[in-house]
């Protein structure tokens, strides 16, 4: 360090003279004059390149000394971390003892019997890895764990009917409509789309952890994949589902009770608060399978002689779709069927002003014969000319 400040001063005792400056641009440059002007830079690179070194100098002097508590730290780092095949060091072994076990909370019928004869924890080596907690054999006395998307997500046979992060909704949700095995890159891309996937790879664990806690051993990670225990959960998908298909096959008498069982596994619009891209399009779908069930209902009732039931589903779809003119077309015929014929006017007029501020359009071919149909039946003609 001494040195390096007497050659700084030495070369400041020695440091060359400014060259003189021309008296006019255009006159020619003399020979020396590059020389001379070469001479400062030089010599200020050489003191440059010495207050370098005076500051690295300085840096190792002043560089803390590691205190005894961090040494007997990275001694104690050195001998936990073990040697891996190819002989290099792992970090991996450093977080093994960080991930926090399972809890598998016994059945309440259990507990009791439990609590009397549990053996008392034991102290282990810190250094060793504990084993996970054996899981509680299931109490089929008790009702499944329930999955609801036909409405708001909801969760039955739970503590919580809701989760408590946003994710971890439309995970289970995602998972329960898959209805197959999702890696967790599929996931990350549903979930979280365009995201940064270290920020939302961390999100994804936050999430899955909490559907760990909620559903237990129905939610079921095999290497990379996830996916939902249909056998050990209940989702409303799965029985809306197979209603309908029994009711393809059912008889006339069992077929309506069948479509009025699946109609009523709905609590309001499907996947409700799932405001995620994928949720779209299979809300769409949900909701044209519940208008064409509710079509299907009351046809059957109209052709059963069942006006006010065939008018009732023709109203509810109505909530749903007001401009599905299939479904106003089994309104009108229902009202009809009731001799309600101002009602008929009424529901044509209030159909053909939603079809214009909608969409520009008019009632189809279908709809019009139908009206007229319905209206040649009404003795007063006055009905029928206020709708023309």
Known sequence: MTALLLVLAL????????????ESFSAPLPSGAIDAALEPGAWIVFVLLDLVLIRKVLQFATRREPTHTELRLRHAFAQRELPSLNGTRDWRTHAAPLTPPVLRLPARSEAAERESTAPRLQRHDPRELSPPVEAAPTDTSDERVGVLLLGQLELAGCKRKQPRRRATAELIAYLAVQRR?????????ALWPGEDPRRAAARFYQAA????????????RDRDTYKLDREQLGIDLDEFDLLREQARGAHTEQEPVLLERALA??????????DALWADGEQRRLSSLRLNLLDR???ICLEAGDSPGALEAANEAETLDASNEHLVQLAMEAEAALGRREAVVERYDRLRRDLDERFGLEPNRETKSLYRRLMSQDPDPSLTASSR
């Open 209 to 220: 952890s909490e559907t760990r806690k909620l559903l237990g051993q129905s939610f079921v």
């Open 297 to 299: 209902l009351g046809r």
């Open 181 to 189: 095995p999702a890696s967790r890159d599929e996931l990350l891309e």
């Open 265 to 274: 596994l709905f609590r309001g619009e499907p996947l409700a608060g799932i």
């Open 11 to 22: 070369s400041w005792e020695l440091r060359p003279a400014l060259p003189e400056v021309a």
